[in-house]
């Protein structure tokens, strides 16, 4: 799939003029179609709803505009629920997929309505001693074990997972639930990441379609939603094929009426909770190159690093990277493009094919629009950057500052380091 960035350099540097690089940047337009190919593509499943995970994209300004379109948002701590709240969703538009989860954040869930995905049958008990009682609505994280594949086709090992019940403990789990008074019950899987067959959905979801006709037969329970969690991955190579969402969801409707509606559960209701597919692909990280360095290898340094997107340095990730205004130029050069960090993996692509970068260009790194900015840190006292939404007509809007020095010392408050000593 080829890749073409979502702004020229003239977009670029009409922005840079206002807010200085780095920065990442979303776009509202891709946001938007591709939410709502998404709701026409479960548009068969009365009631399906996407819970958005907030995880991927914790900006409320993002967030709000999947809410338009009926989304929910999946949380797993505190503060997610808190960003929840803060934006009008709870209730039933809350989906609490926690896991090794402190139990006061399951009494705040319970206080906001949300609905409590439980990781482990252990969890029944805390629930209990959180909320009074169990809610009523209460939904349970299922983990196969052994390996996950599609034909030869290992795409994840869930015996290797720190998530969900095994298939004993869920029958238990739904039971005792049933027998302390729950009235309504969901079942979720998470078990694969960032998959590109569109065939990750059906497969799991014929898993979980035949694991609730053997709990309404055994247990006596009728599980009224089931949620096919995330894991629905982006092209984040132009080598890459992206999904197609509507072939996904027929994929789906396919099992559903093979396994559900034979069973007498054609009433189920389908839930996601989508975080990459949201939002990656509409999201950019903009940086300049600073450094230039020949010494065993080319290095292009930028004014970004990994504090900004870990992916690279955490799993090897690839993300594209376009020269802007070099869009069409050869890419002749070998580099690696680093970051600052005193750190050897802070390298946004090793060994890169790119046009030859002069000091001044500015980088277009695609794809960060999830698990970018999220899963920033402030190593080496790196601040945050900040955070940009193109809006649909083309004007733009800081949606989230740039961390200052004060906001890093802030934390000190025993020594007061910035007002003491360097306000002084
Ligand atoms: C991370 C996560 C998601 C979203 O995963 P993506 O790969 O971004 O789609 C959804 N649900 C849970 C419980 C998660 O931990």
Redesign the pocket.
Known sequence: MSKTPFITLDKANEIIEKYPTPFHIYDEKGIRENVKALYDAFSWNEGFKEYF?V??TPNPYLIKILNEYGCGC?C?SKTELMISKALGVTGDNIMF?SNDTPIEEFAYCNELGGIINLDDITHIEAVEKACGKLPEKMSCRYNPGGVFQITNDIMDEPGDAKYGMTTEQIFAAYAVMKAKGVKEFGMHA?LS??TLSDDYYPMLAKKLFKLAVKIKDQVGVKISFINL????GIPYNPHDEACDIKAIGEGVKEVYDEILVPAGMGDVKLCT?????MMAPFGALVTKAINEKHTHKDYIGVDACAVDLMRPAMYGAYHHITVLGKEEAKRKEFYDVTGSLCENNDKFAVNRKLPTIEMGDILYIHDTG??GYAMGYNYNGKLKHAEILLKEDGSFELIRRAETEKDYFATFDCFDIYDKLINA
């Open positions: 995970a995880k991927a999946d797993s997929s998470f990441s960032n969690s995330g894991g629905i909770e989508l975080g990459r597919y999830a698990h």
